[in-house]
């Protein structure tokens, strides 16, 4: 049990362009969803946490603006990066937490999502 | 959350126990030690977690210090698929995101 997806894996798009990618607690409810970066030889950063139904909870220098996140529901959560530059490109990972049948603090981790832009 | 202090590589024989050391003198005495790892372009996994009182699970023993002010995460016999990125994560129970540091990379050779 306690399975998170994303979709897709990885995604290649051209600069100035807007790439959306979903995140799945797949056989549980989360309340609460989180999305992390991570760059190339350095560890997972935070960027933003969510819970289902309410606005997003950005880090400090995380543009909001930039890096739109909607919780529609307890087993939905997408992260919409904006007008994309090649420094955006990274690996995202959402991880999910919450809710019944699984450890109420525990997070489940997604596979990630590689994102370059060119 | 404490800070936490690990080596930045470890090597280790397959085969042989791996043993990752965490420092987190800091430490309160609300807050857990967690593992977690992370394979090479793939999202972190659970390993385990603890509060005072060493842990074993299927994938790995926790032992923590008298003082908690260390632990060690114990890989009783290493396999290839066992290389990864390790990382010590302390965090009040009731917490919400794992501030990741830099982890320890562990090579696992034949």
């Known amino acids: 049990g306690a399975v998170v997806s994303q979709h897709p894996s990885r995604v290649i798009c051209k600069s100035g362009t807007s790439v959306k990618i979903e995140c799945r607690s797949l056989d549980f409810q989360a309340t609460t969803m989180f999305w992390y970066r991570q760059f190339p030889k350095q560890s997972l950063m935070l960027m933003a946490t969510?819970?289902?139904?309410?606005?997003?909870?950005?880090e400090q220098g995380v543009e909001k603006d930039k890096f739109l996140i909607n919780h529609a529901s307890l087993t939905l959560s997408t992260l919409t990066v904006t007008s994309a530059h090649p420094e955006d490109s990274s690996f995202y990972i959402c991880?999910?937490?919450?809710?019944?049948?699984?450890?109420?603090?525990?997070?489940?981790f997604g596979p990630g999502t590689r994102l370059t832009v060119l | 959350d404490a800070k936490t202090t690990q080596p930045p590589s470890m090597d280790c024989a397959e085969g042989r126990a791996a043993n990752l050391p965490c420092n987190h003198s800091t430490i309160s005495g609300n807050e857990y030690v967690y593992w977690y790892r992370q394979i090479h372009s793939q999202g972190p996994q659970y390993i385990i977690h603890?509060?005072?009182n060493n842990e074993t699970n299927e994938m790995a023993s926790l032992i923590i210090t008298e003082d908690r002010k260390s632990s060690t995460l114990i890989l009783p016999h290493a396999t290839l698929r066992d290389t990864a990125v390790y990382y010590c994560i302390v965090r009040v129970d009731s917490g919400y995101a794992l501030n990741f540091g830099k982890g320890t990379s562990l090579l696992v050779t034949p």
């Open positions: 991880s999910a937490m919450g809710g019944t049948g699984v450890p109420y603090n525990e997070q489940f």
């Open positions: 969510s819970n289902e139904g309410s606005k997003a909870t950005y």
């Open positions: 603890g509060l005072k």
